[in-house]
T-cell receptor, first 110, second 112 residues
Framework: GDSVTQMEGPVTLSEEAFLTINCTYT??????LFWYVQYPGEGLQLLLK?????DKGSNKGFEATYRKETTSFHLEKGSVQVSDSAVYFC?????????FGAGTRLAVHP | SQTIHQWPATLVQPVGSPLSLECTVE??????LYWYRQAAGRGLQLLFY??????ISSEVPQNLSASRPQDRQFILSSKKLLLSDSGFYLC???????????FGSGTRLTVV
């Protein structure tokens, strides 16, 4: 069945460091792909999305490109801030449902 | 504008007690509705989804159940809670052809 695999955390970075969180998916066809963010004590918020191959989703300085050839949707940010500390979830849209990865906790220190 | 409400925000229940979590959506009609659970240190697991009133699809066999008595109301229930039911429960909705899911703020359930 469809699945999403993302790198295990926690990821600990200093402020202004470069961030990459890897995500790969398995699916029949070409699903829409998403990154969601969960700040401490809160629900999930959509961070960015891409609906077809080679699309680049971007928001708040974060980017991810839908790579069909490598079935990947890695999240990147050039310069992280302390306020980016959160759990990040990669997700794939299957039939009538979102399938999530296990989540990657990011901690950014000043 | 559309909003989604979940309550309560936190809940502590003894083992063997019943459970009822409610989720309602405002500002839209005939949404697809979802219940997810996030266990401590783990990812999000889809529990149930519904594409219409009275239509429930179960993803994982367990002692939980879901109901959709009204178009914009989705209820998660249990007759007898287990310790393993502890976790963070999230309700979500989307329109049938939309890409994005909107999540509620979640209910943190602790079974003691």
């Amino acid at each position: 069945g469809d699945s999403v695999t993302q790198m295990e955390g926690p990821v600990t970075l200093s402020e202004e460091a470069f961030l990459t969180i890897n995500c790969t998916y398995t699916a029949t066809g070409y699903p829409s792909l998403f990154w969601y963010v969960q700040y401490p004590g809160e629900g999930l918020q959509l961070l960015l999305k891409a609906t077809k191959a080679d699309d680049k989703g971007s928001n708040k300085g974060f980017e991810a490109t839908y790579r069909k050839e490598t079935t990947s949707f890695h999240l990147e940010k050039g310069s992280v801030q302390v306020s980016d500390s959160a759990v990040y979830f990669c997700a794939s849209r299957g039939y009538n449902k979102l399938i999530f990865g296990a989540g990657t906790r990011l901690a950014v220190h000043p | 504008s559309q909003t989604i409400h979940q309550w309560p925000a936190t809940l502590v229940q003894p083992v063997g007690s019943p459970l009822s979590l409610e989720c309602t959506v405002e500002g839209t009609s005939n949404p697809n509705l979802y219940w997810y659970r996030q266990a401590a240190g783990r990812g999000l697991q889809l529990l149930f989804y519904s594409v219409g009133i009275g239509q429930i699809s179960s993803e994982v066999p367990q002692n939980l159940s879901a109901s959709r008595p009204q178009d914009r109301q989705f209820i998660l229930s249990s007759k007898k809670l287990l310790l393993s039911d502890s976790g963070f429960y999230l309700c979500a909705w989307k329109k049938d052809r939309d890409y994005g899911y909107t999540f509620g703020s979640g209910t943190r359930l602790t079974v003691v």
